[in-house]
């Protein structure tokens, strides 16, 4: 059984930055395909980054060019490097990860194991 917990959340103004971390324990880490996804208000889990074995990476449309997934392996931990932070990205974010998982995939559905989840609020 796989365990993740996000930290790093919090308040932040419009234009700044805020990096999340999702500490995985209770697995092989080098096996898991690791993703976060968000959650805004009254809205769907919307995909954000995903990242495999190899460090293929893959983003969703709305954070490509201002987010960054990262991973250390010795630390059994994935990041989410996010500048230029605006309104639209406040939600609840998730971390997510799936057992040999070949590439990026930005499916919910797809994953396994998800974290609580880490409150992000962008104020202007």
């Known amino acids: 059984q796989v365990q993740l917990v996000e930290s790093g959340g919090g308040l932040v103004q419009t234009g700044g930055s805020l990096t999340l971390s999702c500490a995985a324990s209770?697995?092989?880490?080098?096996?898991?395909?690791m993703g976060w996804f968000r959650q805004p208000p009254g809205k769907e889990r919307e995909f954000v980054a995903g990242?495999?074995?190899?460090?293929?990476?893959s983003y969703g449309d709305s954070v490509r060019g201002r987010f960054t997934i990262s991973k250390n392996n010795a630390k059994t931990t994935v990041y989410l490097q996010m500048n230029s932070l605006n309104s639209e990205d406040t939600a609840v974010y998730y971390c997510?990860?799936?057992?040999?998982?070949?590439?990026?995939?930005?499916?919910?559905?797809?994953?396994?194991?998800w974290g609580q989840g880490t409150q992000v609020t962008v104020s202007s």
């Open positions: 997510a990860a799936r057992r040999w998982l070949p590439s990026p995939n930005s499916r919910p559905n797809i994953y396994t194991y």
């Open positions: 209770g697995g092989t880490f080098g096996d898991l395909g």
């Open positions: 990242i495999v074995w190899n460090g293929a990476a």
